[in-house]
């Protein structure tokens, strides 16, 4: 039996063998088609928590499908939620289609300035000042912060390490340049911290960073948009953020106006501790 090469290939084979398999497999299956996304996001341990059965059990619903093991299954749960945000020229397109004024760039200010609007009033909803007053503390007693992002999340941590530079807190940028990002973090130690930010579709890079650091017990805190994020489970301090977007774009306002947070905040505190 030849795997699926996509997710609706996937969904269709599930849906036509699923009353042939086994009661355990059945019982995978009927999870993996009502939770995709944590099918995508979550470690073999816990989707078969979740799911109630054995990790065994879903290496051999993987193999029953036709794959050779369940991490070639995941990736195709994965790709499907990278897909769920278009390429570039897609979103182009779509944002004309929609667009009542085609063209006029006020049109387009004013839905990425409500866009944003939307994403800081949804934030200041959202954060908690527990989690502000945990993060603050993490962050204000250690040595060196260290700070990860690749892609879209790269701007933000980039930023913080401009801000927390002007604000005299020692902070190491991790950009793998040269593809040097584990040696750049190869000195974190417990007495430091790392801040790790990543959004779907999640970097492999950013989550292997983060894996390491929490194995040598470097504090983290998470920014991420999910409780099914492959960094919620790692993180000490974990801050959930739904940016809205405007044809398929997203700003990062609202992920900006938290990490500046961050940043002042632990400045502040350590001021106050001289």
């Not at 078969?48 to 059965?53: D, I, N, P, S």
């Not at 940016?243 to 106006?257: K, P, Q």
């Amino acid at each position: 039996m030849n795997a699926p090469s996509d997710f609706d290939a996937l969904k269709n084979r599930l849906i036509q063998i699923k009353p042939d398999l086994p009661k355990r497999l059945q019982q995978v299956a009927a999870f993996a088609l009502d939770n995709p996304q944590e099918m995508a996001l979550g470690t073999a341990s816990s989707i078969a928590a979740r799911a109630e059965v054995q990790a065994s059990t879903l290496v051999r619903f993987a193999q029953a499908i036709g794959f050779g093991g369940f991490s070639e299954l995941q990736a195709i749960f994965r790709s499907h939620l990278r897909d769920r945000w278009p390429d570039y020229p897609e979103r182009m397109k779509a944002l004309h289609a929609s667009a009542r004024d085609s063209g006029d760039p006020t049109h387009l200010l004013a839905g990425f300035a409500d866009s944003a609007s939307a994403s800081l009033t949804r934030l200041r909803e959202t954060i908690a000042r527990a989690d502000l007053d945990r993060a603050t503390e993490l962050l204000s007693g250690a040595e060196t912060i260290y700070l990860v992002g690749q892609r879209r999340a790269f701007s933000v941590s980039h930023y913080l390490s401009y801000a927390l530079a002007q604000l005299s807190v020692r902070a190491v940028l991790v950009d793998n340049v040269g593809s040097l990002g584990a040696e750049q973090m190869a000195n974190a130690t417990p007495k430091d911290a790392l801040i790790a930010i990543s959004f779907a579709p999640y970097t492999p890079f950013t989550i292997d960073l983060t894996q390491k650091a929490r194995a040598r017990a470097t504090p983290i805190v998470v920014i991420t948009d999910s409780p099914l994020s492959p960094l919620a489970g790692l993180a000490d301090v974990r801050f959930e953020i739904a940016e809205s977007d405007f044809g398929s774009f997203r700003s990062l306002a609202a992920t900006f106006c938290l990490a500046i947070t961050l940043a002042v905040a632990l400045a502040d505190k350590r001021e106050g501790a001289r």
